[in-house]
């Protein structure tokens, strides 16, 4: 394996960055107080997710689950609700479930080794380097994607595209995070490093006349800052298309619990079809026989609101809400009457709330 070095000296490199990082830090919640479980959940929530974004949902989660164990005790509705609106929601039951794996093999206490914090639910090796050094101090490093970006261009890493897991870059970093923990100061390096990512050296546009590591770095010198790290492959996306069956009685619609084998699963949605037709070729008998065919559902669809698009992940889908009514007394088993984005609603995927809010501004309940 080629062997990585840094331009100037580990010392001058560390001094610059964490001089940098006191100075121009932002103070954001989970830094007040650096202790695994706040750091753990801001950490998984900020996987994918920007941080004005977390922020809010953060603080509720906390209010809602203020410890380990609180978390450990949780009913994973509660939990998936919390979350609602933040993605990823495999993230909200890989934490659950690694609370209640702390409470049941470690006896509440936070694991303080790296072979144990990799054996939790949803722990890989980015996030149990960084709760174990941030929290801990322990000389462990991380490599995320802001990371990796911005060594890509200190250190002009030619072939290094945006995905690639680099054991070149692991190492050296290893060697920094020993370097920094034995002055007690890896938490702040660490933490520096994603920060100089996140406000400086940025996907676009890098602020270079801004950063600590101006005047070493390889990328800028060679005036090729802005072309690294290479982009990633990206995944084709899928377009899928779908028919809703939004049915409101008593301010509550009629929601179906999401199968286990597909995207959002756990989630609660309102009772959803495949679609191929061109929203133009949607008619409401078609939608009829199909919802009673598909889900034995009766329904009478008076009429189709606008499409409403949604991404997840790589999916792109666009769903076509039926507004109707039912043509039975009950509903079939398994459904529920419920208030998406209401105080205690089940969980609900964004979309969701963005039809009933559509259809809200359209029809009484
Ligand atoms: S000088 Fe520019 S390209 Fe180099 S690390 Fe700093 S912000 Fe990134």
Not at 14 to 29: G, M
Not at 114 to 122: A, D, K, N, S
Not at 346 to 351: A, I, M, T
Request: net charge positive; aromatic share 8%; charged share 25%.
């Amino acid at each position: 394996m080629e062997k990585l070095a840094l331009p100037v000296p580990v010392a001058n490199f560390c001094r610059d960055l964490l001089r940098w990082y006191q100075r121009h830090r932002r103070d954001l919640p989970w830094r007040r107080k650096l202790e695994p479980y706040s750091v753990l959940l801001a950490e998984v929530m900020l996987q994918q997710t920007q941080v004005k974004t977390v922020v809010p949902y953060y603080q509720r989660f906390l209010k809602r689950y203020p410890t380990l164990e609180d978390l450990a005790e949780s009913d994973e509705e509660e939990v998936l609700s919390l979350w609602s609106g933040l993605g990823y929601y495999s993230r909200a039951r890989n934490l659950r479930r690694a609370a209640q794996q702390i409470r049941d093999c470690h006896g509440g206490e936070f694991p303080r080794t790296y072979e144990e914090m990799i054996r939790l639910p949803g722990v890989g090796r980015y996030t149990a380097g960084a709760v174990l050094s941030i929290a801990y101090g322990q000389p462990l490093p991380i490599l995320d994607g802001n990371i990796r970006r911005v060594f890509a261009r200190y250190l002009k890493m030619d072939g290094l595209s945006a995905g690639d897991d680099s054991p070149p870059l692991w190492d050296l970093l290893t060697r920094l995070s020993r370097y920094a923990a034995a002055r007690k100061e890896v938490s702040d390096l660490n933490q520096a490093l994603m920060e100089l990512g996140a406000l400086v050296c940025t996907p676009r546009a890098p602020s270079c006349s801004r950063c600590p590591l101006e005047g070493s770095c390889l990328g800028l010198k060679a005036g090729v800052q802005e072309k690294l790290p290479l982009p990633r492959a990206r995944r084709a996306v899928k377009r899928l298309s779908y028919a809703v069956a939004v049915v409101c009685h008593q301010d509550r619609f009629l929601l179906a619990r999401i199968r286990e084998s597909e995207f959002l699963k756990g989630m609660w949605e309102f009772p959803r079809i495949r679609v191929k037709d061109r929203e133009r070729n949607l008619s409401p008998e078609m939608l009829e026989g199909a919802f009673h065919r598909e889900l034995g559902l009766s329904l009478n669809i008076g009429g189709l609101l606008k499409p409403v698009r949604h991404q997840i992940t790589f999916r792109r889908l666009t769903l076509h809400p039926a507004v109707g009514t039912l043509r039975t007394a009950t509903p079939p088993s398994g459904l529920v009457w419920a208030d998406p984005g209401g105080e205690r609603s089940v969980p609900v995927p964004s979309y969701v709330a963005k039809i009933a809010r559509l259809y809200r501004q359209i029809h009484d309940c």
